[in-house]
């Protein structure tokens, strides 16, 4: 079976570094150390897992000082590994203002991204915020999708305030909002959103715009209610991804396999949806 991993970071000393100060706590949330590896060592774990997959930009430069893992990094990082990247997400800071729609628009041209990722919580922003609008109204006059986290997130968890960070940025109902007001802009919801899960399946049911990939969790400690949206009023919605380096390879697959989902659900959730919404080319698993 053909495995799409959409939420991909590139795992590499210049990834961690972009995390600037939240990397510390993600070291402790994750129980391991949180430090960047060799470029070729990532892309050797993909290809044995037999995924393909979508790397991450990072960019939370406004609020934290951190340089980006950025848009030309990503794309270039994909070029050098073809069979393995099928494309890159970038990343602008809504903070940037005027400058993130520029960089929008220069990635897409230039980087050939496959849409923009962002992180409410660590980018101190809500997406429904009406002062970000026109950066999100320019991409979806792009025609490129969005990913957007929902829920907690283990960046800045157990530090002094959160390191400022508020989790109630990244409540399903801005992603609503958002999904209301542009209703051409393709919307991926990241992650399961706890505490918020019973809100963002109200939402992926309601706005056909909005999409959910489940990665940053173990599918063993899905909700019962989850368990059973998967595989009937959620499963043209759902997507798979691993949130590497997170959880390992092995672990989310294995676990996955353990729900005991039907063979055309797992061939939704781990391919199809993706090829759908997001315009892969459909092709047989080696």
Known sequence: MRRIDLHCYPGTDEWVRSQGPFAEALARYWKKPWVGRAEEDVVADIRTAGMEAVLVAFDIESSTGAPACGNTSVAAMRDRHPDVFLGAWG???????????????????EDGVLGFHFHPIMGHF?????????????????????????????????????????ISNAHPLAIDNLAADLPDLTIIAAHPGYPWIDEMTAVALHKGNVFWELSGWAPKHFPPGLRTDIRARLQDKIMFGTDHPSIPFDRLLNEWSDLGYSEDVMNKVFHANAERVLGFDRVAAA
């Open 91 to 109: 990343a602008v800071d809504p903070l940037a203002g005027a400058a993130a729609v520029a960089e929008a628009e220069r990635a897409a041209r």
């Open 126 to 166: 809500r997406v429904d915020d009406p002062q970000w609008r026109p950066l999100f109204a320019r991409i979806s006059e792009l025609g490129l999708p969005v990913m957007i986290d929902v829920g907690t997130t283990g960046m800045g968890a157990g530090l002094p305030g959160g390191l400022g960070s508020r």
